[in-house]
């Protein structure tokens, strides 16, 4: 069992990473005008893969990944990553899943930037990876979440 203070620092990454991608995810869909424009958002028709595969990407890896800009279905993939992960980290329901998930989708966003613009190898993405792997490792689901308030709550009801 971790301790208060470890459960508490384990809960910020997690709803911390919750929110950046939950974020990313109604941004794009709505364009807030934060990193997405409401003229070039996804309820506007605009897809949310297409301008980053097409003039985004340099690397290595680009002509691995320009093919998938604007498909309906690499968006829609896209979309229900940023938004999926970004919620059950928030509620705190299946974290692990989506940890794993969340690892996936890094890992293909850190190839499409590779090499990392700011840093020879390090940058968000692989800081991220291993936030996702220390969500997987220590089930942090299972501390101030949705989970812990129905086990609790399935816990009363006996």
């Known amino acids: 069992m971790k ?6 620092i ?10 950046t991608f939950f974020w990313a995810f109604i941004d794009k869909v709505f364009g807030l005008g934060f990193s997405t424009k409401a003229a070039a958002s996804w309820s506007h028709g605009i ?9 985004g990407i340099t690397g ?21 990553g940023l938004g ?12 692990r899943f989506a940890s794993i998930c969340g690892l996936l ?5 850190w190839l499409a930037v590779f090499p990392p613009q700011q840093n ?13 792997l220390g969500l997987i ?7 101030y979440s949705m989970r812990s308030i129905l086990k609790f709550n399935s816990k009363l009801l006996q």
């Open 137 to 143: 490792v220590v089930d942090a689901g299972q501390w």
């Open 60 to 80: 290595p890896f680009s002509t691995l990944f320009h093919p998938f800009a604007g498909n309906p279905l690499v968006d829609w993939l896209f979309m229900l």
């Open 120 to 132: 020879p190898f390090l940058d968000e993405h692989i800081i991220y990876f291993i936030i996702f």
């Open 3 to 8: 301790s208060k203070s470890e459960q508490l």
């Open 105 to 109: 989708f890094i890992t293909l966003m």
């Open 10 to 19: 384990w809960t910020l990454l997690r709803l911390s990473l919750g929110w």
């Open 47 to 55: 897809s949310p893969t297409a301008h980053f595969l097409n003039k």
């Open 84 to 95: 999926g992960i970004g919620l059950s980290l928030l509620l705190g329901v299946t974290v």
